[in-house]
């Protein structure tokens, strides 16, 4: 249990005794009581909201119940001072001792300091990247990517059960556009000069090799055949080739998908229709006609048209949704719903990562969600924000018509993996990340990447020299010559728990690097105190008792920046090149 954990349960305790005698009713709802730290370091060293949250429902005056609680956990031996601060906030300081035991704590869990079981093993599903198989995957696709996988790591460290998605968009005009974008490569392949890529079609060398393929295993058994001979097959080959460029690029990542789910297998199994037939025993979906799209101008022809609506403004949605189009297939809406059921049949919990081109569709699909499942399944969805790239400080060009961008596997293979899963994660999601080769790579402290990495080298570095002084790093350290100071580096390094846990359940994987910046800040600030006086390094001439102190704060400061960056998929690095 986390020393944020143990004092929320103390405080939990506290309450429980005040209902005991009478001095609380016994009903009361705790849950937004937090134990945190306090926003000022001067204030304290941890702060409770308790007082004004419950101060309504206990018919109390907010900083009377902050008296009436304080006073409780003044009997705490590891408190030395209750503060009633503003409104009613308690703020607590610890003794010096209890930051002692919290550091061997760390040092005692190793690895496992920071894991929880908040999660209670409720099944999380975590669908990501999702991209149309129709090509590499690009920048875009790779911020996603790292958001979902980054969150999957630390919502199994919080104690979820996690199953990682992808959802392959493989029906539609998409992918026969890609069919026959294959088809003139596999022409080609025959010696035929097909000229340029029509307007429409996927123009991309990649599909250069596909069609060579084609052309090796069939021959010209489809170069002049009717289309309704070969699209279906080219389908196929082309949709399972883009995947494997696709699982190769996200192999450059370290991602691996637990699933791949086909749109195609879902219609064919009749999923779309079950879920509609779902919705319409409810009675949400009938048939109806959409209003007047309000792009359209008075002048501009529109036909109403009858179709199958589901009624999406019964759960928030701003309009109901066709579900079928008037020709008999199914929309894109039709599909994702009968998907988010399927989904829904094993998890809790779903949770989307999707580019902002998607932000349109968020309502109603959270709304085919709580119909469908009677609001069992919640559905949070993440929006992931472009990805802008630049070469010291200059834009680089792509062109969608020429079929040129830059891969993600361009740049995994120019600046590394952990370079750039550590960048996807410097912002929040739905804020635009920018992305410069060079600064990526620069040995400074506005890089955030080197920044941290450069704490676990020097780390790592400590426990080399310690060796070669004959600093004895097996004795027992007397963690009492650690001063205030380094004291404080314990203090930050005891919210990495709570992080995590807030990480998770936000479903916010970027606060881990936010976390880690701030740590190694913390630690750079203690090593740079022995530039001036050698009294103050880590390793101390003459003095091992010191030194063995300081290498055990060390220590455990490096292992929880191994465990953080391991939750961003990104390694350690034991020293900087």
Aim: with cysteine.
């Amino acid at each position: 249990m986390s020393l944020y954990a143990q004092y929320s349960a103390l405080l939990d305790g506290v309450l429980d005794d005040l209902q005991a005698d009478g001095s609380l009713p016994l009903e009361l709802d705790r849950r937004n009581v937090a134990v945190e730290p306090p926003r000022d370091p001067a204030h304290g060293d941890l702060a409770t909201n308790a007082a004004m949250v419950l101060a309504k429902q206990a018919r109390y005056n907010p900083r009377e119940l902050a008296t009436l609680i304080g006073a409780r956990l003044e009997a705490v031996p590891a408190v030395t001072s209750v503060e009633i601060a503003g409104p009613g906030f308690i703020n607590l300081k610890l003794s010096s001792d209890a930051w002692r035991d919290e550091l061997r704590t760390i040092l005692r869990k190793g690895d496992e300091y920071g894991r929880s079981n908040v999660g209670k093993a409720e099944r999380v599903n975590v669908e990501y990247v999702s991209a149309n198989p129709t090509g590499p995957l690009h920048m875009g696709h790779c911020r996603g990517a790292v958001v979902g996988d980054a969150l999957a790591r630390v919502l199994k460290a919080a104690g979820f059960s996690v199953t990682t998605e992808y959802y392959v968009n493989d029906a539609g005009a998409q992918v026969e556009t890609l069919a026959r974008s294959v088809h003139l490569r596999y022409r080609e392949a025959l010696g035929e000069d097909v000229g340029d890529i029509p307007e429409g079609m996927y123009p991309g060398d990649y599909l250069v090799p596909i069609g060579a393929e084609l052309a090796a295993e069939f021959g010209d058994r489809y170069a002049t055949a009717p289309e309704n001979e070969w699209l279906d097959l080219f389908r196929k080959r082309a949709v399972a080739a883009m995947l494997d460029f696709i699982r190769a690029d996200l192999a450059l990542l370290d991602i691996r998908h637990d699933k791949f789910a086909s749109e195609a297998a879902l219609q064919a199994a009749g999923a779309v229709e079950k879920a509609m037939d779902t919705l319409r025993a409810k009675g949400l979906v009938y048939q109806g006609v959409l209003e007047r799209p309000k792009s359209l101008d008075e002048h501009h022809e529109w036909e109403p048209v009858e179709l199958s609506l589901f009624r999406s403004t019964q759960f928030g949605d701003d309009q109901d949704r066709p579900m079928k189009k008037s020709d008999g297939s199914w929309t894109y809406f039709g599909s994702d719903a009968a998907y988010h059921l399927e989904k829904a049949q094993t998890a809790d919990h779903l949770v989307n990562i999707w580019g902002a081109d998607h932000a349109g569709t968020v309502k109603r699909v959270q709304s085919a969600v709580k119909a469908l499942t009677d609001g069992r399944v919640d559905l949070d969805v993440k929006i992931v924000q472009m990805v802008r790239l630049f070469r010291s400080g200059e834009p680089v060009k792509m062109s969608k018509r020429g079929g040129t961008f830059v891969t993600l596997a361009d740049v995994v293979n120019e600046v590394g993996k952990d370079v750039v899963r550590f960048i996807m994660l410097t912002r929040r999601a739905d804020a635009p990340l920018d992305f410069d080769f060079a600064k990526v790579v620069e040995a400074s402290k506005d890089n955030p990447v080197f920044y941290v990495q450069y704490a676990h080298a020097r780390i790592s570095s400590l426990k080399r020299k310690a060796a070669d002084a004959g600093v004895d790093v097996a004795a027992p350290a007397d963690l009492a010559l650690l001063d205030e100071e380094e004291l404080g580096l314990v203090k930050l390094a005891a919210q990495y728990p709570r992080t995590v846990e807030s990480a998770a359940v936000a479903h916010e994987p970027h606060r881990i690097a936010f976390y880690l910046y701030d740590l190694a800040a913390g630690f750079h600030s203690l090593w740079n105190r022995g530039n001036d006086d050698p009294e103050r390094r880590f390793l101390v001439e003459n003095d091992p008792q010191l030194s063995r102190s300081r290498l055990e704060l060390a220590t455990g400061i490096g292992q929880i920046i191994r465990s953080g960056l391991d939750l961003m998929g990104v390694e350690a690095a034991e020293e900087m090149r």
